[in-house]
């Protein structure tokens, strides 16, 4: 072997070691969204809550850019707002959506149903791009989302009662399903919407890099989510959540937010999206354990079985062998 493939091949082995390191960081990271935004529906409406979080994020990713607008690099200009604009508009949609969807499910049951975001991911990323085929059409890839799916769907067919916050609270009432049709819709459109804007945000990460690129999308998005909440939400809902709940709101968000997204951007460009999306299957297993131990949210058996496939489409999915190459994107 030459030496120009030696240095090619350490260079391959450096980069997928990065995306799997900053991916399996994401994951145990995104366990801990739905917990925190199911405590914070106490005290916040959705509008207010997001609003309040992308404006904290936004907050803390801002030295990083300066830092790096200061060496060089891609310019902030009108180009990149308006290249990350578009993912903007779906990642509104699901940052409410989801917060919305904890009023009927229970937040350790939320995260498994949002796994089946890796079947519209895999669409969208076969048609957008092309280097993501390779990995969509390897049957190790496709036997393991669809044993995610049907995992994820026992969970939610099997559950036993709708969580005790809906109970308590529900917007729409009281329902003695499983879970309410409305909840389920709205589910479904976070899901749908966080599987477009994992799509669409790969060529902003790619062209900007991952830290300028979340700066303007959480800049974006707390401007668009800004009118909503004045329109429909309570802009003043810190004055009167009080102290704690304001504190869980802002570690939720430099952690969940400004360091997971970071992150994510990462593992998209290393190890592409559609792969990125099947290993956040791992999620709902430490959602749940985590769920069990601070809300007291239990499992059927039935259930436990269905998160056991679910874990095992997403070892599979792990094995898939990735196309690394970022720099393909860029030229999109």
């Known amino acids: 072997m030459s030496s120009a493939n030696v240095d090619a091949w350490r260079r391959q082995s450096v980069n997928l070691s990065k995306g799997y390191s900053a991916i399996f960081a994401t994951v145990f990271i995104w366990s801990l969204p739905s917990l925190f935004m199911y405590y914070l529906n106490r005290y916040y409406d959705p509008w207010a809550q997001n609003f309040y979080r992308y404006s904290v994020a936004c907050i803390a990713i801002a030295p990083l850019v300066l830092c790096q607008v200061r ?15 578009l993912p903007c ?5 699901h940052q409410v959506t989801q917060v919305m969807a904890l009023y009927y499910i229970g937040p350790g049951v939320y995260t498994i149903f949002t796994r089946a975001s ?23 890839f496709q036997l393991g989302t669809l044993l995610g799916l049907i995992g994820a769907f026992g969970v939610i067919w099997f559950q036993p009662n709708a969580n005790s916050l809906a109970a308590a609270n529900p917007p729409g009432g009281g329902h003695d399903r499983h879970v309410a049709l409305t909840g389920l819709f709205i589910a479904f459109t976070a899901t749908s919407c966080w599987a477009l804007y994992g799509v669409l945000i ?14 303007l999308v959480s800049f974006i998005t707390s401007a668009l989510l800004l009118p909503l909440t004045l329109a429909f939400g309570k802009i003043g809902a810190p004055l009167q959540a009080g102290a704690h709940a304001n504190l869980v709101l802002i570690i939720s968000a430099v952690i969940c937010i400004t360091l997971a997204h970071v992150l994510y951007y990462v593992a998209i460009n290393e190890i592409g999206v559609a792969l ?10 430490i959602a749940m354990a985590l769920s069990a131990w601070v809300y007291g949210e239990r499992l059927t058996q039935a259930q436990i079985w269905s998160a056991a496939i679910l874990l095992v489409g997403a070892f599979l999915a792990m094995r898939t062998k ?11």
Request: proline share 8%; net charge positive; hydrophobic share 45%.
């Open 202 to 215: 790969k060529r902003p990460s790619a062209q900007l890099g991952s830290i300028r690129s979340f700066g």
């Open 71 to 85: 060496r060089g690099g891609p310019h902030i200009d009108m180009y990149a707002v308006k290249l990350c604009l």
């Open 89 to 93: 508009l779906p990642n509104v949609v």
């Open 322 to 332: 990735p196309i690394a190459t970022a720099e393909s994107a860029e030229n999109i």
């Open 118 to 140: 890796v079947i519209f991911t895999a669409l969208l990323a076969l048609a957008f791009f092309p280097e993501e085929r390779v990995v969509i059409r390897q049957w190790r």
């Open 276 to 285: 990125s999306q099947s290993l956040q299957l791992l999620c709902p297993a």
